[in-house]
């Protein structure tokens, strides 16, 4: 792949680095006579049999990741870890992990989990290849070499800290993951490969001391969506007292049935508070020694600038007093650095944007921008410093008044802007065609710089977070900080000598914010808003941005001696204004110039980030409040529910082939429906019981009407004899359309239903508050049900289509009479029984 990397420009993105493979390329183009990278090449898709490897981290001893051969009937790879010469560790990539199986990499069965022995000295840089098996070729995985921190001590040495979960549970007989232990639970899910319905039965030692016996039989909704047998494999019980002393215990989990572990190697888990860890020694950079300033001013800007003409005009039209609201008595400067741009910024051109700007070239060019930043700083006169590593980055119009008015109520404050992009999330828009020339339309849409808050229609936060107001902080672009405090922490580290500074900036905001005596200051409503440009990580494919950041987390590790943690939202102290409806949410009303085609290349969405549970709740309620369910016809004729209940029905009864159907108080769509779909799935045997007042044909001659009132607990028994010796039965309950319903009622019901099938409760769905209160609560009622009937939960599962009108309404019977710890699949093995069965049948 040929890349053209931003050479000394702040490394931008840093959020949720995701491997997938992107573009071929990434070319030059001319903007006003000047060389400036683009990325407008379509996407091509590299064959689908490369190998693929990526290493996560080393927990301890323990160095995680993935590597498959990119095809899923390959075998499992071997991976090797090296020191030079010496071979530290070697296995199989073939334990189980969600995400893995949810990117469709060979069925998620292609981590490794590699205990080094001896383990590595500090500063190591670890060589982590893969072998295929027959051939001799070695592929090195996307973060080899692999650098250990500095200040990591030897394993025997490290007796308070513990090894990160989760941990995959892999044996020749069963695969899980072991997700948690402490500060009060143990929790995980355990399952056997076989088929075996048996559930496994662990236990948790230190040394040969066994501490804890349970069996892996709980029902979890995350499992089931797997599709890792029926759920029912989970475990989460109290951890012992003995274990939540503060010290550090090394435990294993080992299977009873044989005895053997289910875990590559003894965790260890130190349950023990903040105060208790130990610090860890970190080199820091030097404090800054400054001059005297004859004429000190307020507030000095510096930001750099990296061969971006086109994106530096609009950066320093956003400083300018013209842009920024009530600044005119506000004292300040703005250093334009100019750091080896080819053809160089002209100064007189920086100096139009206003008397308060002057150019800076440094006296050094290095790769990193680190250098030049803090030479900028040094000649800064203000008694506060706004810095701006990255140059394209435009600001909203209130970004200082809002910081100065911090500042007269807290002086030493530490403020941070958030982070949008323009035009959306430029880390996967590029590889769909998005480019500097859409950009320039959207710009010239909202008639940029009249309001520029305007921005906020066409931006999109970094911030995964539905409330990105409120997130913690990774980094900021424009951090803004007493200058007292810039120089006591050394500014900038030089030692990210990395192309665009790589961690740098992220660190500078996590010392100042470590060194910071007030409150961390997040601004709401303003905000800094990236420009296309070709950053270091913004706007390379996602291939070549993970190996830049996994590069850029390496260094990291090897400057400060340990993974970098972000600031989170409980050290923050949030002032400011909303001046733009576009900025309340993740949800933009967006001006794009064109359409952008959906293609294979197109980041897979996450749900939880673009549509939160708010949100869903206020579709299903408009939906419902404005009588659409009511819309939804089968044949003709009404059905009650939204169209993804029809689907999640249908799902249902393809899985579970109930032999009975009960169907309560249903609108006769729906009953066509169920009749109709029992058809579409060849269930012959299935009989489906019509329950309620109304009078309704029956669809066909599979169906039994019962005109009996719902709501009356001697209707159950009556369905109870016309189900007969059913042995797998499914409930729907329409409890919007009974005139009472108690919890009482659910559980009459529930008795119909079988072990693993579903009593399904339609019409859950709430409504609007300012639309009218109901004396009805649905999701009360389900979870006092829930609660005094164990064997029932909330398959969540079945309602992931956004809008339905039973949410929390599917309730899967898990338990039973024999639960599954208990169950003996031989029982229900009819095999050996068959024949003696044939002969009596004739």
Request: contains cysteine.
């Amino acid at each position: 792949m040929r890349m053209r990397i931003a050479h000394p420009v702040g490394n931008r993105d840093l959020y949720g680095s995701i491997l997938f493979r992107g573009i071929d390329a990434i070319r030059g183009s001319h903007a006003n006579g000047m060389p400036l990278p683009t990325m407008n090449k379509p996407a091509k898709t590299p064959p689908s049999n490369l190998p693929e490897g990526v290493v996560d981290g080393l927990n301890g001893h323990i160095l995680r990741g993935w590597a498959w051969a990119g095809d899923e009937a390959s075998p499992p790879v071997r991976v090797e870890v090296r020191d030079g010469d010496t071979l530290l560790g070697q296995g199989d990539a073939t334990h189980f992990r969600a995400d893995l199986a949810a990117a469709g990499k060979r069925g998620g069965h292609c981590a490794f989990f590699i205990a080094l022995d001896p383990p590595p000295p500090s500063g190591s840089a670890l060589a982590v290849t893969m072998a295929i098996a027959g051939s001799d070729t070695r592929y090195p995985l996307s973060g080899s070499p692999f650098n250990v921190a500095r200040t990591m001590p030897p394993r025997e040495a490290v007796p308070a800290s513990a090894d990160i979960l989760p941990i995959p549970i892999s044996s020749p007989q069963l695969h899980g993951s072991l997700d948690q232990c402490g500060p009060h639970l143990l929790r995980g899910w355990a399952r056997w490969l076989d088929g075996n319905q048996q559930s496994p039965i662990l236990a948790l030692y230190e040394g040969d001391t066994e501490i804890l016996r349970f069996a892996a039989n709980q029902w979890r909704a995350d499992i089931a969506e797997l599709h890792q047998g029926d759920g029912c494999s989970g475990f989460e019980l109290p951890l012992p007292e003995s274990l939540r002393d503060g010290q550090t215990h090394r435990l294993d989990l080992r299977l009873v049935e044989t005895g053997g572990p289910v875990l590559p190697a003894p965790f260890r888990a130190h349950i023990a508070s903040r105060a208790d860890r130990p610090a860890q020694s970190t080199r820091l950079p030097a404090t800054l020694t400054r001059a005297a300033v004859p004429a000190p001013l307020t507030l000095s800007i510096i930001v750099n600038f990296y061969n971006m003409s086109r994106e530096a005009k609009r950066t320093l039209a956003s400083l300018s007093r013209d842009y920024q609201l009530d600044c005119t008595d506000l004292d300040y400067e703005v250093l334009c650095i100019d750091n080896g741009s080819s053809p160089p910024l002209d100064a007189d051109w920086v100096m139009g944007f206003g008397p308060e700007f002057r150019l800076v070239r440094p006296s050094r060019h290095h790769p990193s921008p680190c250098g030049a930043l803090n030479e900028a700083a040094l000649m800064a006169c203000g008694r506060y410093l706004a810095v701006m590593i990255d140059g394209a980055h435009v600001l909203s119009p209130g970004a200082f008044r809002e910081a100065l008015a911090a500042w007269r109520e807290r002086p030493e404050a530490v403020i941070a802007l958030r982070q949008w992009f323009i035009g959306g999330d430029q880390r996967w828009l590029t590889l769909v065609g998005y480019t500097r020339e859409m950009e320039d339309k959207l710009f010239d849409r909202i008639r940029w710089p009249l309001n520029g808050y305007d921005l906020f229609r066409i931006g999109q936060p970094m911030s995964d977070n539905p409330e990105h107001w409120f997130d913690g902080i990774t980094e900021t672009n424009c951090l803004m900080l007493p200058t007292a405090l810039y120089d006591r922490i050394g500014g900038f580290d030089e030692a990210f000598d990395q192309p665009g500074g790589g961690f740098a900036n992220l660190d500078l905001w996590r010392r100042a914010s470590q060194d910071a005596s007030t409150p961390l200051v997040a601004l709401i409503g303003e905000a800094s808003f990236h420009q296309f440009h070709g950053g270091t990580t913004t706007n390379v494919d996602d291939l070549g941005k993970d190996k830049l950041v996994r590069a850029y987390a390496s260094d990291y590790r090897r400057v400060r001696g340990e993974d970098f943690v972000r600031i989170e939202r409980d050290r923050l102290s949030f002032r400011g204004r909303i001046s733009s409806e576009f900025a309340t949410g993740q949800r933009q009303r967006m001006l794009m110039p064109m359409h952008l085609p959906v293609t294979g290349e197109v980041r897979p969405g996450r749900l939880s980030a673009q549509f939160d549970d708010g949100a869903q709740s206020y579709l299903m309620g408009v939906y419902a409040e404005c009588n659409l369910r009511n819309q939804v016809q089968w044949l003709g004729m009404p059905t009650g529910v939204a169209p993804a209940d029809l689907l999640g029905i249908a799902d249902v009864i393809h899985d579970i082939r109930p032999d009975a159907i009960v169907v309560v108080a249903a609108q006769p769509g729906l009953g066509f429906f169920v009749d109709n779909t029992v058809q579409a799935a060849g269930l012959t045997g299935t009989r489906v019981l019509s329950v309620g007042t109304a009078a309704a044909p029956a669809p066909s001659g599979r169906v039994t009407r019962l005109s009996l009132p719902p709501d009356d607990v001697a209707t159950v028994a009556a369905a109870r004899d016309q189900v007969g010796g059913a042995e797998t039965v499914l409930v729907l309950l329409a409890i919007d359309a009974m005139p009472t319903v108690s919890t009482e009622l659910l559980k009459a019901w529930g008795s119909l239903v079988s072990h693993r099938s579903y009593l399904v409760c339609l019409g859950t769905v709430f409504g609007q508050p300012w639309l009218g209160y109901s004396t009805r609560q649905p999701l009360r009622m389900i979870r006092d049900f829930i609660a005094d009937t164990p064997a029932f939960v909330i398959d969540r599962s079945r309602t992931r289509q956004l809008i339905s009108t039973s949410p929390y309404g599917y309730l899967r019977k898990v338990g039973g009479s024999v639960d599954d710890a208990h169950y003996d699949v031989s029982l229900d093995d009819l095999a050996p029984y068959l024949p003696a069965l044939t002969e009596n049948l004739q």
